[in-house]
């Protein structure tokens, strides 16, 4: 059974940074596409970053393009979400997922395929 948990959720003010961690067992391959998705408050789940199994394709959402990295350590099967120069419109649950199809973020959100994380609460204060 895959397990995704993620931690290194918590309050920051705006233009600081936090980041995120996704560890992950159970996967018997590790060929794997992964990504970071989020969910404020009334809002539908958006995709933040995705990267490719082989780290060689990563691919960002237009609002954090130039503050967020994803990165992910195969050896240690861990996931990161690197978040520079957090704003307020950050705020939300953070969620990490894995598929074995690097389907579009938007697409991947709106059918929460593969498998997922419980989330971490990332707060921003103004």
């Known amino acids: 059974q895959v397990q995704l948990v993620e931690s290194g959720g918590g309050s920051v003010q705006a233009g600081g940074s936090l980041r995120l961690s996704c560890a992950v067992s159970?996967?018997?391959?590790?060929?794997?596409?992964m990504a970071w998705f989020r969910q404020a408050p009334g809002k539908e789940r958006e995709g933040v970053a995705r990267?490719?199994?082989?780290?060689?394709?990563?691919d960002y959402a237009d609002s954090v393009k130039g503050r967020f990295t994803i990165s992910r350590d195969q050896a240690n099967n861990t996931l990161s979400l690197q978040m520079n120069s957090l704003k307020p419109d950050d705020t939300a649950m953070y969620y990490c997922?894995?598929?074995?199809?690097?389907?579009?973020?938007?697409?991947?959100?709106?059918?929460?395929?593969?498998?997922w994380g419980q989330g971490t609460q990332v707060t921003v204060s103004s």
């Open positions: 997922a894995a598929s074995e199809t690097c389907y579009k973020l938007s697409t991947w959100a709106r059918n929460r395929l593969g498998d």
């Open positions: 159970g996967l018997t391959d590790a060929r794997r596409c």
């Open positions: 990267i490719s199994p082989s780290s060689t394709l990563t």
